[in-house]
């Protein structure tokens, strides 16, 4: 069982920049893919970046290469997305999940943190 913990979220002009933090509970952190994901009112959940277990291969949405970074340590059992060039779209609910590494599914969410961007 792993229990996710999302910090960090809030409010930033656009342009600016926001760093996400996921804590996760559990002695086998390590041997888990993560990843972010948003949601905006109305819309659907959508996947914004993912990081293998060992941290040496990522995956990042088209609508935030370049802008967002998602990186790991297992060591602190934790998991960041940092977010610079902010947009008004970039507005969310983000949560962080958690996946047994080699699997597809998500089994492990976050309650998720609000960002919210103003132009």
């Known amino acids: 069982q792993v229990q996710l913990v999302e910090s960090g979220g809030g409010l930033v002009q656009a342009g600016g920049s926001l760093r996400l933090s996921c804590a996760a509970s559990?002695?086998?952190?390590?041997?888990?893919?993560m990843g972010w994901f948003r949601r905006a009112p109305g819309k659907e959940r959508e996947f914004v970046a993912a990081?293998?277990?060992?941290?040496?291969?990522?995956n990042l949405a088209d609508s935030v290469k370049g802008r967002f970074t998602i990186t790991r340590d297992n060591a602190k059992n934790t998991v960041y997305l940092q977010m610079n060039s902010l947009k008004p779209e970039d507005s969310a609910v983000y949560y962080c999940?958690?996946?047994?590494?080699?699997?597809?599914?998500?089994?492990?969410w976050g309650q998720g943190t609000q960002v919210t961007v103003s132009s």
């Open positions: 999940a958690a996946r047994t590494s080699g699997f597809t599914g998500w089994n492990y």
């Open positions: 559990g002695r086998t952190f390590s041997s888990y893919d």
């Open positions: 990081i293998s277990w060992s941290g040496g291969t990522t």
